[in-house]
């Protein structure tokens, strides 16, 4: 458990914590889609991203919506797993010169972000219900839909022509 402070006693001091971290993950997001977006080749999958783009700004408002709800000013912590995976996704862009490939790549890359998040969302879900607060679950729940769809789309891209 390294990675948590020793500030953590309590499910609602892990419930911030974790909430901190996402808050990151998606601030970190938004700086990786632009370059996501400037090398797809796909119009369809450029035009994904920059659509994700939104919502993940959106998603960040509704963030710090629950921090207030939940009595906190919006603070990120770092988060180890998303620059992972985007670090990852940076250097294997970076290593393919077929663009229909790369394409490939990129999909890949953005689905290992979506299901990063819809882990996070869903447990931070979990625990704000555990926590009794369910408006919180409700406003974090927007975006675990989001994200489960944008995953959707992003398979049927992938399965219907990146992948071929």
């Known amino acids: 458990m390294g990675l948590f402070t020793a500030d953590i006693k309590t499910l609602d001091d892990l419930f911030l914590h974790q909430l901190q971290d996402i808050y990151y993950a998606e601030q970190q997001i938004t700086k990786a889609l632009p370059k996501m977006m400037s090398k797809?080749?796909?119009?369809?999958?450029?035009?994904?991203?920059?659509?994700?783009?939104?919502?993940?700004?959106?998603?960040?408002?509704?963030?710090?919506?629950?921090?207030?709800?939940?009595?906190?000013?919006?603070?990120?912590?770092?988060?180890?797993?998303?620059?992972?995976i985007i670090k990852e996704a940076n250097e294997t862009a970076g290593e393919i010169g077929?663009?229909?490939?790369?394409?490939?790549?990129?999909?890949?890359?953005?689905?290992?972000?979506?299901?990063?998040?819809?882990?996070?969302?869903?447990?931070?879900?979990?625990?704000?219900k555990?926590?009794?607060?369910?408006?919180?679950?409700?406003v974090l729940q927007q975006t675990l839909d989001e994200e489960k769809a944008t995953d959707q789309k992003l398979t049927a891209m992938a399965e219907s022509k990146i992948n071929q």
């Open 40 to 84: 797809a080749t796909d119009a369809q999958l450029k035009q994904g991203f920059e659509m994700h783009l939104k919502e993940t700004e959106g998603q960040i408002k509704r963030l710090e919506q629950v921090f207030q709800m939940h009595g906190h000013k919006p603070k990120a912590v770092d988060c180890p797993a998303i620059d992972g």
């Open 98 to 128: 077929d663009k229909e490939v790369l394409d490939a790549a990129l999909v890949a890359s953005a689905q290992a972000v979506e299901h990063y998040e819809i882990t996070k969302y869903g447990t931070l879900i979990a625990w704000a």
């Open 130 to 138: 555990r926590l009794g607060r369910d408006d919180c679950a409700s």
